[in-house]
């Protein structure tokens, strides 16, 4: 018997066929109708996040056992979107897609049960189409719809050869059930995308709270540490909480000024007192609170009889270790900036003393002795 002229240009056995023939002809046949709802349908299909993906073992397997369960050489996984079909899996093929007009299965997503055409060439919607009349010469096809959970088609599980066939009821049943497969597949993967997504969400959220938790557990911190002075501040004659900021200094310095002239205090013991609370305060903004105006530094001033001044600095920061503190008079510290505020106040103060790890500072001064006879 003579060879068809089809038949001699089909490949040899194990070859692939390029989906991507010229596309004579193509003005003469009939594409398939667009699903009623093709925007929600296309939503759907990205939201698979499928298209253009790599290979999948899973799908890959269910493809290769659709064309042994049915003895074809052409078979495959295709999902059709906007104006391509697009094969997530395929066997006998190397192209891995092809335009929508030209699509079997984009015919075969719109019906219920499996799409046949036993012989394409006697089939007016086929007969002209590139897939048909040029490589790889289709005359029989069988595909079955690829559903989602909303009953949405997003394409078809395919099977196809070169010569007019009929299916088995067992071919039948068996391309039913890789079907369901297949579609089970393509849900696991949209569940574990969704899964996926609010595990993160739930991890941005935890690390939302676990900042808001840090944060309010400083503030307590804070609010804790300055708590503690309440006691001393209930006979403080100055009681002053700032924002961690330079600007606040002459605020406090201000205050203490007028009460220590109001009580007769000398002009030299007066600026004795006030370079020692600028000096403690500026300390506390730059290395306790870290220049941060958010935190607060507190300040409170009680005089005891006969004429003491008791000033105590409180902030919130790391604190320190006043014994580590080097000297700087002596000259192996003379370039160091460390240490000279603290050695400031010392020389200025009659008694300074570190409390809760430097974090707070308390500065004593009794008033020059001459002037005891005045107010305190």
Not at 2 to 25: C, I, M, N, Q, V
Not at 43 to 71: I, K, N, Q, Y
Not at 314 to 319: A, I, K, M, V, Y
Not at 341 to 370: H, P, S, T
């Amino acid at each position: 018997m003579a060879e068809s002229p089809a038949a001699r240009r089909r490949p040899a056995d194990g070859a692939h066929y390029s989906l991507f023939p010229p596309t004579a002809g193509l003005r003469r046949m009939k594409t398939a109708p667009l699903p009623p709802d093709e925007p929600e349908r296309l939503r759907l299909l990205h939201e698979l996040r499928v298209l253009g993906s790599g290979s999948d073992p899973a799908l890959a397997a269910l493809a290769r056992l659709v064309c042994r369960h049915t003895g074809w050489s052409i078979g495959g996984i295709s999902l059709v979107d906007a104006d391509r079909q697009w094969f997530k899996s395929r066997v006998g093929m190397s192209d891995t897609e092809t335009p929508r007009s030209i699509s079997f299965c984009a015919h075969a997503m719109l019906e219920p049960n499996i799409f046949l055409v036993p012989d394409a060439l006697e089939d007016e919607r086929f007969r002209n189409n590139p897939l048909v009349t040029g490589d790889p010469h289709i005359r029989f096809y069988a595909g079955t719809s690829l559903v989602s959970r909303e009953g949405q088609p997003l394409g078809a599980l395919c099977v196809a050869d070169h010569v007019p066939r009929k299916l088995t009821d067992d071919q039948m049943a068996a391309l039913d059930a890789l079907r369901r497969q297949v579609q089970a597949q393509l849900e696991l993967r949209r569940n574990l995308i969704d899964l996926n997504a609010a595990l993160a969400a739930r991890d941005r959220a935890e690390a939302t709270q676990e900042r808001l938790v840090q944060e309010l557990r400083a503030a307590l911190d804070e609010v804790n540490k300055l708590s503690e002075l309440i006691p001393l501040c209930s006979t403080c004659s100055l009681n002053m909480v700032v924002p961690a900021h330079s600007s606040q200094i002459s605020k406090v310095s201000e205050g203490l000024e007028k009460i220590l002239r109001e009580r007769g205090w000398s002009e030299d013991d007066v600026i004795a007192v006030d370079l020692s609370v600028r000096e403690g305060l500026a300390n506390a903004i730059r290395h306790g609170c870290a220049n941060d105006p958010n935190k607060q530094v507190q300040c409170c001033v009680t005089f005891k009889p006969p004429g003491e001044v008791v000033i105590v600095i409180r902030d919130p920061g790391p604190g320190f270790d006043s014994t580590t503190l080097p000297n700087p008079m002596e000259p192996e510290n003379f370039f160091k900036s460390g240490g000279r505020g603290v050695y400031l106040i010392n020389q200025l103060m009659d008694e300074v003393g570190f409390r809760d790890g430097g974090r707070e500072v308390e500065m004593r001064k009794r008033r020059d002795a001459a002037l005891k006879t005045q107010p305190i």
